[in-house]
């Protein structure tokens, strides 16, 4: 032991000159000054300054001089030793020497190291190439500009807080940045999905380009950086590459002293470290297992050191932290814990028009975490009782609406007198702009309904994120007798909406993505539920054909393994017989697949074909590479699709058949095939009304008579048989087509998800049909052109595109456990 | 970091968003690792109470899964069925470290004969 010389102070020695280290020397001295001689080791060549205002200085809304923390002078005058641009190398904890790169030794009584962290790079090739770098310090920024001021392309790896900071400074002085994001959603830790995707929609607005799910390969370049491959193929130009995945903590020195570390340097609550004479702070630093990568956490441990030091207890007990972008003009806020969980309720508001979205989390009538996405000036006041663990009974009905509304005393806190409490010329409604005396006048005059409101004076007829506030006038102006009925039934619990406003909204707001429509009819659940999430990623479908993007979490089990789940799990399998018309190949390739893979029954179906029982997942792939090798498709015997057609027949054979039956069924599976509908759609063409195809109960049938074709709609087997009504008669089998196509359009245009036919045609009745189909001619030409036009997009074989490798993960377990071993983790 | 209690399964990303993977365990039941909108990881017992359908298979929406044979709905924090259902499926502690899913090993093989 070095014992100090009795004249001489003890020496504190801190390896660090960032934000932690300095603010620890602050907090010491502002308790005691003169406890310590101090010296200060920093590893870049400058004073202490404000990393975490790098961001604003890249995007030049601020200088280096404006984000320096302590100037030369406050070394000086606290008597601070400032080692800079010489990074300690050596910790000898035996001897109490720190020796830095120079070969400069100090000694010292108390060490404290706050190395801060280091950015993580990820291990591809070409990670070293010139113009690869990472944003961490000034140096980095001073890099980026260099670039920037070159102009070109950027591409930022990381769609965290620091990557979208450094993308938008990049973007603010004119380059192109290209954001690519490993996971689903932006700021993933932070934002849910519903505000990832508001962010990334603003972002996009604004010129960046943002590819999630976007998993890097390679950096490629012969001198320096030239382009970004993606393991999908995928190669994006660069002139500079940014490396923001994330960052971790700097451990090396402390490890190399032989302190106890874990994912950081371990500390106790005032901030010691294994070594009773070395302490750490900041983001080097893990305290109860956890460790901090902001900046609120460091302050609070700042103080609890320098009380440990001075001899006062005061320990830390962990932060709760909350995030904030640093990108001028988006607001968004995150804190605690959104992950929800059992008694968790979520509290969500949306306003559409001004591109809102605000989502507490509470559970017991407390707070246990907030998103908000742009309008966050509510957030600190969230955060502040989250972190009080304040009951929020009292305000709970007004919390959503912000402090001022909440903590306006007992007559606002209640949503009714709020509303009571406005001017009769308040705005109620912007689309349609309706005033709250506007919409009591309606009241009044007998709309007692939220659809007699839509109705008659247009109050959230149109976006619909007024609702809310109209239902509260209705309960304000009827008091008990306004039970919240609606005529027609919303979608789901998720939303007021029905299927017709949501589907009628998709065309007119040109929404395509499932998060878009949540929003902007002011979904009240952050990701939907089980019943709206496959209606609403089949309505984008038929609206957008050519651009729809699938989601494969938004498909029932069935559509996403594209097989029939069996009651033990297993799948059935049934390849595509075109109009029940097989040949030996096909039967000899399906007999294999059976033996093969120990299909356990197999099973002439209803609809003409043969269905393979008790397929294991793992198995699907390579069933349908075998039976796409003997030229068949998938089936979609799992669909919400076209299903089969089922033909007898006809001419060709049979001594009552009238047209070739068996011919049109082959051409109208042709043209039908790989159609996603409402619900599922059988077709039937009988070659004679002795009918032994059954085309009287199927959606869409076809009797040959003599003269021509009866076509036949909206019949079904099932629970309720219904049988078909007659649409029309028609000549010629081109114009069979032509009327099948113009009705499925219609159809899958017009149905709700999950109705058949039947109970369609039951409710628009099979006049409206009609006179759309047959008597608009212009019409049914229109409909049918398009429905030839999605079918461009939609007939493409599933089980081809899975045998070929795509979504390879729905087939495979992640791991397997063996007793005592874990195989197949990768 | 794996220790005797925890058994790494694999990679974070290779669960996806809303959805699930499985994990067979041999000669016990096999286990359902769900990932919710928002990164975090579940993990029940891959066995609906109802019937024992597949869950893994279900949609899974905030921290609830849809069974794909009936629609119940099972809690994944809880593994407890909602609504007017009654039934629970065994949970698997489950945490992410260093972007590693790791699975605790003693309920992970409590199904075993």
């Known amino acids: 032991m070095i014992a100090s010389p009795p004249d001489q102070k003890p020496h504190l020695v801190v390896i660090g000159n960032g934000m932690a280290g300095c603010r620890a020397v602050e907090e010491i001295l502002a308790r005691e000054t003169g406890k310590f001689r101090i010296t200060i080791f920093g590893a870049e060549p400058r004073v202490n300054y404000n990393r975490i205002m790098l961001s604003p200085v890249l995007a030049g809304e601020k200088s280096f001089e404006d984000i320096i923390i302590n100037g030369p002078e406050w070394y000086t005058e606290n008597g601070i030793a400032l080692i800079s641009g010489d990074p300690v190398v050596g910790i000898d904890r035996a001897a109490k020497i720190v020796t830095a790169k120079s070969g400069k030794t100090v000694s010292y009584n108390k060490l404290l190291i706050a190395t801060g962290s280091d950015p993580f790079i990820i291990p591809v090739p070409g990670k070293d190439l010139p113009g690869v770098v990472t944003f961490r310090d000034l140096d980095d920024v001073d890099k980026m500009l260099a670039a920037a001021g070159l102009g070109g392309n950027a591409v930022v790896i990381g769609g965290g807080l620091l990557g979208l900071e450094a993308a938008h400074g990049l973007a603010l002085r004119g380059m192109q940045v290209t954001v690519l994001h490993l ?30 799910g976007a998993d890097t390969a390679e950096i490629i370049g012969m001198k320096k950086v030239e382009a970004v491959r993606l393991k999908d193929g995928t190669e994006i130009p660069a002139d500079i590459v940014v490396m923001a995945v994330g960052i971790r903590p700097s451990t090396r020195l402390a490890k190399e002293a032989g302190l106890a570390v874990g994912r950081g340097i371990q500390v106790d609550d005032h901030m010691v470290t294994s070594d009773a004479d070395v302490l750490a702070v900041g983001e080097c630093v893990e305290h109860q297992g956890q460790v901090y990568g902001l900046v609120a956490p460091l302050w609070e441990m700042c103080r609890s050191l320098a009380d440990g030091l001075t001899g006062t207890k005061n320990p830390y007990t962990g932060s709760v932290t909350s995030t904030k972008l640093k990108v001028s003009g988006i607001d968004v806020f995150s804190a605690g814990d959104f992950s929800g969980g059992d008694g968790c309720e979520d509290i969500v508001l949306r306003d559409a028009t001004r591109g809102i979205y605000k989502r507490v989390i509470v559970k017991d009538d407390k707070i246990l975490g907030a998103v908000l996405y742009g309008d966050t000036a509510d957030g600190n006041w969230y955060f502040d009782l989250l972190k009080k663990g304040e009951d929020i009974s009292d305000i709970r009905d007004a919390l959503i609406f912000g402090q001022a509304f909440a903590s306006g005393g007992g007559a606002t806190a209640n949503p009714i007198d709020a509303v009571a409490a406005l001017p009769d010329d308040a705005e109620i409604c912007g689309c349609n702009g309706v005033s709250k005396g506007k919409v009591m006048a309606c009241i009044a005059g007998g709309a007692h309904t939220l659809d007699a409101v839509r109705s008659t004076c247009k109050a959230s007829a149109s976006c619909g994120s007024c609702t809310g506030l109209v239902e509260n006038l209705l309960q304000f102006a009827l008091g008990d007798e306004f039970a919240g009925e609606r005529d027609a039934k919303p979608m789901c619990k998720c939303t007021s909406f029905t299927h017709e406003d949501v589907r009628a909204a998709i065309l007119e707001k040109s929404l395509k993505e499932i998060p878009a429509v949540m929003q902007a009819l002011s979904w009240s659940t952050p990701d939907g539920c089980s019943s709206c999430r496959p209606a609403l990623n089949y309505y984008l479908l038929c609206a957008w054909p050519a651009e729809h993007k699938e989601d494969p979490q938004s498909r029932f089990v069935n559509e996403r393994m594209h097989a029939n789940i069996q009651k033990d799990g297993t799948y059935s399998v049934v390849p595509r017989m075109w109009g029940g018309v097989t040949t030996p190949n096909e039967l000899r390739a399906i007999a294999d697949a059976a033996d093969k893979y120990g299909a356990r029954m197999v099973k002439v179906t209803g609809g003409q074909r043969l269905d393979l029982f008790g397929i294991k997942k793992e198995d699907l792939p390579s069933i349908w590479a075998d039976l796409n090798a003997a030229g068949m498709v998938s089936g979609h015997a799992y669909g919400k699709a076209l299903r089969t057609v089922k033909t007898c027949v006809g001419s060709e054979w049979c001594r009552f058949g009238t047209q070739d039956s068996t011919g049109l069924g082959i051409l109208l599976e042709q043209m039908t095939w790989g159609s996603w509908m409402p619900h599922k759609f059988k077709i039937a063409v009988s070659g004679c009304p002795r009918n032994c195809a059954e085309a009287t109960i199927k959606d869409f049938g076809v009797i040959c008579v003599d003269s021509g074709y009866e076509l036949l709609v909206g019949g079904n087997g099932g629970i309720h048989l219904r049988g078909t009504d007659l649409l029309c008669k028609v000549a010629t089998e081109e114009e069979a087509l032509e009327y099948c196509g113009a009705f499925i359009q219609l159809y899958r245009e017009e149905a709700r998800y999950l109705d058949r036919t039947a109970p369609w045609i039951e409710r628009v009745g099979l006049d409206y049909v009609k006179a759309k189909v047959v008597e608009d001619e212009e019409g049914r030409k229109a409909l049918y052109g398009r429905f030839l036009h999605a079918q461009k997009h939609l007939q493409k074989d599933p089980w081809a595109e899975r045998a070929a490798g795509k979504e390879a993960h729905l087939h495979q377990h992640i791991a397997e456990i063996r007793p005592f071993a874990v195989v197949g983790a990768n | 970091m794996v220790t005797a209690d925890w058994l790494d399964i694999g990679p974070v990303d290779q669960l996806p968003a809303l959805g699930a993977r499985t ?85 992970a093989l409590q199904g075993m004969a």
Not at chain 2, 23 to 39: S, Y
Not at chain 2, 91 to 99: A, L, N, R, S
């Open chain 1, 183 to 212: 996971m689903p959603t932006l700021m993933e830790r932070q934002l849910d999905e519903a505000a990832g995707w508001l962010l990334k929609s603003e972002l996009e607005r604004r010129g960046q380009k943002i590819l999630t």
């Open chain 2, 23 to 107: 994990l067979p365990v041999q000669g016990g039941d096999e286990i359902a690792i769900f990932r919710t909108a928002n990164g975090s990881v579940y993990a029940l017992v891959n066995k609906c109470p109802h019937k024992q359908g597949p869950l893994s298979q279900g949609i899974v929406h905030d921290t609830t899964v849809t069974c794909p044979l009936h629609n119940w709905r099972i809690s994944l924090v809880s593994g407890e069925a909602l609504g007017d259902d009654v039934g629970c499926v065994p949970t698997i502690p489950v945490k992410i470290d260093g972007g590693r899913i790791l699975i605790s090993r003693k309920e």
